[in-house]
């Protein structure tokens, strides 16, 4: 098995996605975007970036610039990612879950959390799971009470493009 950032390298490629989000009754939904990503090894394969990555927020369409690092002194990887909607960068940490191929990272220690209009931390967890080599599935989920519990608000099934 492979170790650091090319753990990740499996996400490299041009992908169609089938995009999800839950509706009232916390069942999931088609939704409208994203419907295809590209994700780059940069760098001489150090990170992986996604340039442009579509996604609904309430009902406006908000873009994500996607970095993915891994930091082989503290043995963590980061999500970094940036929005057109806020302006807003944050950063994700985390590591594969033992003898998986799923990577969770959140931004619950690294200071980033984005606040809602009342000041309470949105914190966020995302899984990405490999799931055969040309797929791969991603969860976000949101937690208000500082990790105790977490609402799926986001799925996508990366299909890679023939």
Known sequence: MTDGIERLHF???EWNIDAFRPNESGEWVSSPVPTETRIDSVF???FLQEDEVKMMLGDQVVRFFIMWSYDKYRNVYRMVASDDHDGLTDIL??????????IVVSNQTTGTAPEDESGNKAFLRLTSTQNTPDRFTD????????GESWEAVYRAIHTRKA
């Open 44 to 46: 001489d394969g150090a």
């Open 139 to 146: 969860e976000m989920h949101e937690s208000y009470d500082g």
């Open 11 to 13: 996400m490299v490629g």
């Open 93 to 102: 940490e985390g590591g594969f879950n033992d003898g998986t191929d799923t």
